[in-house]
């Protein structure tokens, strides 16, 4: 019984230092998807360096406790499975959130953002929000926008005096 008692805790703690770790973490309802859903799922998630898993709510709930997330426990109810995110913030909700569009089945319960819970709607938001290089695409152009019309003006003055030294 010891034994068993000391994998419990471990799996506890395990499960407490990645909500500790994680930049972002996703509870979702998986409930109705089949076996190809899930393996695409967790495809598409690997592929973005995030850790999905299914653990025992029992344990989860006192995890949530030594992790300071208690507000998690009321959507720890039927089948959850869980996304870790150590390295992007942005990717877990994107990829659960467009899956979810995609498949009904699929119902996101709630998460943690930079260490506190996170409402649906936030989620939501934080799905819509472009990937990091859409925004530095978007930075990009704004910062050439400037040195784009001066070059436009400069040449536009260059030719001018060519026409009237002509």
Same mark, same amino acid.
């Given at each position: 019984m010891s034994r068993t008692l000391?994998?419990?805790?471990? #799996? #506890?703690?395990?499960?407490?230092?990645?909500?500790?770790?994680?930049?972002s973490t996703i509870l979702v309802d998986y409930r109705g998807?089949? #076996?190809? /859903?899930?393996? /695409?799922?967790r495809q598409q998630l690997r592929q973005a360096g995030i850790d999905f898993?299914?653990?025992?709510?029992? @344990?989860?709930?006192?995890?949530?406790?030594e992790a300071g997330l208690e507000g998690l426990n009321e959507v720890l109810v039927g089948p959850t499975a869980i996304?870790?995110?150590? /390295?992007?913030?942005?990717?877990p909700a994107k990829i659960l959130n467009n899956f979810a569009k995609e498949h009904e089945d699929l119902e996101i319960k709630g998460g943690v953002i930079e260490g506190?819970?996170?409402t649906l709607d936030q989620i939501k938001e934080l799905a819509d929000l472009p990937s990091y290089e859409g925004l530095?695409? @978007?930075?990009?152009?704004?910062?050439?926008a400037p040195v784009r019309n001066f070059a436009y003006a400069t040449k536009a003055?260059?030719?001018?005096?060519e026409e009237e030294g002509a």
């Open positions: 000391e994998l419990k805790k471990q #799996v #506890v703690s395990e499960i407490s230092d990645k909500f500790k770790n994680s930049k998807l089949d #076996v190809e /859903e899930v393996t /695409e799922l898993k299914v653990y025992k709510n029992t @344990m989860t709930r006192r995890a949530t406790e996304a870790f995110s150590e /390295e992007d913030v942005v990717a506190n819970i996170a530095l695409s @978007m930075l990009l152009s704004v910062l050439q003055i260059a030719e001018q005096k």
